[in-house]
């Protein structure tokens, strides 16, 4: 297991903004590829947004054009910049290494909860 601390999480009214970050520790001479899953109660954990150590992005359909993914591969950082934020993005957050120096290695946060009010 890689040791995962999440961070950022809280209430906002909808149109509002939050930061999560994520840091990855144990392997610090090794670079990340590290996503971000959400999954709130009685449904499954979706894929959020990912980001190779080259810096390659991906991102689900509904946070497009709102949600920023960022990454210090010195600090074994990631980030999520959340804008627009609608109450469908109400859960529980999730970050995952997907590789660790390279190799698939995966190893989930313990979660930070986002919630938008209306």
């Known amino acids: 297991q890689v040791p995962l601390v999440e961070s950022g999480g809280g209430s906002v009214q909808a149109g509002g903004s939050l930061r999560l970050s994520c840091a990855a520790s144990?392997?610090?001479?090794?670079?990340?590829?590290m996503s971000w899953y959400r999954q709130v109660p009685g449904k499954e954990r979706e894929f959020v947004s990912s980001?190779?150590?080259?810096?390659?992005?991906n991102y689900a359909d509904s946070v497009k054009g709102r949600f920023t993914i960022s990454q210090d591969n010195a600090k074994n950082t990631v980030w999520l910049q959340m804008n627009s934020l609608k109450p469908e993005d109400t859960a529980m957050y999730y970050c995952?290494?997907?590789?660790?120096?390279?190799?698939?290695?995966?190893?989930w946060g313990q979660g930070t909860q986002v919630t938008v009010s209306t």
């Open positions: 995952k290494t997907d590789k660790v120096c390279g190799l698939v290695f995966e190893s």
């Open positions: 144990g392997y610090t001479h090794c670079t990340y590829d």
């Open positions: 980001i190779d150590v080259d810096g390659s992005t």
